[in-house]
């Protein structure tokens, strides 16, 4: 019951992460006032937001491969990996 929603809540992420990214783009551009406290604390939640999909990236293109898989199968938090990565 749960693998589906981890997954559901994986593939939303994946294809709403644009929407951080062009917040970020504009704030660099200077679109958006820099002195507030909402936009700033805004900036940091859209770079903490795209961090976390880089690394997910990384872990998906080079960690939790096929090749890695016998790996990963005896560790405690396999479930998680398999739902993420491997499905």
């Given at each position: 019951?749960?693998?589906?929603?981890?997954?559901?809540?994986?593939?939303?992420?994946?294809?709403?992460?644009?929407?951080?990214?062009?917040?970020?783009?504009?704030?660099?551009?200077?679109?958006?006032?820099?002195?507030t406290?909402?936009?700033?604390?805004?900036?940091?939640l859209?770079?903490?937001?795209?961090?976390?999909?880089?690394?997910?990236?990384?872990?998906?293109?080079?960690?939790?491969?096929?090749?890695?898989?016998?790996?990963?199968?005896?560790?405690?938090?396999?479930?998680?990996?398999?739902?993420?990565?491997?499905?």
């Amino acid at each position: 019951m749960l693998t589906p929603i981890i997954q559901w809540l994986d593939a939303g992420f994946q294809k709403l992460i644009f929407i951080p990214a062009i917040f970020l783009i504009l704030y660099s551009f200077g679109v958006f006032k820099k002195g507030t406290a909402r936009i700033h604390l805004l900036h940091k939640l859209c770079a903490v937001l795209v961090a976390a999909f880089l690394i997910r990236c990384f872990l998906a293109q080079f960690i939790f491969t096929p090749v890695n898989y016998h790996r990963f199968v005896d560790q405690g938090y396999f479930p998680l990996v398999r739902a993420l990565f491997y499905d």
